[in-house]
T-cell receptor, first 110, second 120 residues
């Protein structure tokens, strides 16, 4: 079993709609959680950190459920520019090593 | 804006040949990471340096892969001999710190554009 699992998608989303997807992690020692965004053939870039209380950054909302060991990302009012692969990332307490999920591909269409 | 530099951007080689990739991290970043990303998968850490020292190379296939960061600045990743299964994107990342400080602190990793390797 992979340490971080994601639905690979693609999620086909009409422009302006809301899309949400989850990621599950298996290691309960995971301490910090992030969503990275990766455009086609580009490098990953940090989208947002995920806090225990949930957090919002503009149209993006991230949630963490430690009991069930999953995190989620919700995108409201989807834009064509939101089309990308969203990578779920976890970090253990010690060190700065990141473990990436396989990514969820989102395609926003007019 | 400071960026992580990588070269070459693309590399095509035949199996059994040697290849080398170069990375120049953001100035002042003590920690450097090499990742491999196979198409359709997330990046997987190969090796992590803190200054010139290797702090994690548990996922590096040491029979054919080697990495060095001699002066604690730029780094080279080498594959010898290359195999068909090595075809992937090789990403370099850097961060300000990595192994010290409070456990919950995350020093953001900034990625370079990657080197896309194709082994024929």
């Amino acid at each position: 079993r992979k340490e971080v699992e994601q639905d690979p998608g693609p999620f086909n989303v009409p422009e302006g709609a809301t899309v949400a997807f989850n990621c599950t992690y298996s290691n309960s020692a995971s301490q910090s959680f992030f969503w990275y965004r990766q455009d086609c053939r580009k490098e990953p870039k940090l989208l947002m950190s995920v806090y225990s209380s949930g957090n919002e950054d503009g149209r993006f909302t991230a949630q963490l459920n430690r009991a069930s060991q999953y995190i989620s990302l919700l995108i409201r009012d989807s834009k064509l520019s939101d089309s990308a692969t969203y990578l779920c990332v976890v970090k253990k307490a010690a060190g700065n090593k990141l473990t990436f999920g396989g990514g969820t591909r989102v395609l926003v269409k007019p | 804006e400071a960026e992580v530099a990588q070269s070459p951007r693309y590399k095509i080689t035949e199996k059994s040949q040697a290849v080398a990739f170069w990375c120049d991290p953001i100035s002042g970043h003590a920690t450097l990471y090499w990742y491999r990303q196979i198409l359709g998968q997330g990046p997987e850490l190969l090796v992590q340096f803190q200054d010139e020292s290797v702090v994690d190379d548990s996922q590096l296939p040491k029979d054919r892969f080697s990495a060095e960061r001699l002066k604690g600045v730029d780094s080279t990743l080498k594959i010898q001999p290359a195999e068909l299964g090595d075809s992937a994107m090789y990403l370099c990342a850097s961060s300000l710190g990595g192994t010290g400080g409070p456990a919950t602190i995350y020093n953001e990793q900034f990625f370079g554009p990657g080197t896309r390797l194709t082994v024929l």
